[in-house]
């Protein structure tokens, strides 16, 4: 799982394994080793992957939030969050106002 997600998020991020590893402080064949999955990371490098990748260690390892009983919600969320990492705190601001809204709306039209 790890390895997959690895690669899931440089791509999301637009970028290669070097860059990732270039940004992450890492040489590049110590971290394509763990983006093909021949190795693992330790705790401190899994951590310092994530910081710099802009995503959780937990969504790196694939560990579902407690709450979330629906995978594809789950996944979504997942999908928000790493998107949110690499917007502005003015862009992250105007997804969560959309999204108020369109709970409030669905909110409004279970009323009538």
Not at 6 to 24: H, P, Y
Not at 29 to 40: C, D, N, P
Not at 53 to 81: H, I, K, M, Y
């Amino acid at each position: 799982m790890f390895a997959r997600r690895l690669q899931e998020r440089a791509r999301q991020l637009g970028i290669s394994n070097a860059e990732a590893a270039r940004r992450v402080g890492l040489d590049e064949r110590r971290y394509a080793h763990y983006a093909s999955g021949r190795r693992e990371p330790d705790l401190a490098t899994l951590v310092k992957i994530a910081d710099e990748l802009g995503t959780s260690p937990n969504w790196l390892l694939g560990v579902p939030f407690a709450n979330e009983v629906d995978p594809q919600l789950a996944a979504l969320v997942d999908r928000f969050l790493n998107a949110a990492n690499a917007m502005t705190r003015q862009e992250a601001e105007m997804c969560v106002i959309q999204a108020e809204a369109i709970v409030a709306a669905k909110t409004r039209t279970r009323r009538r």
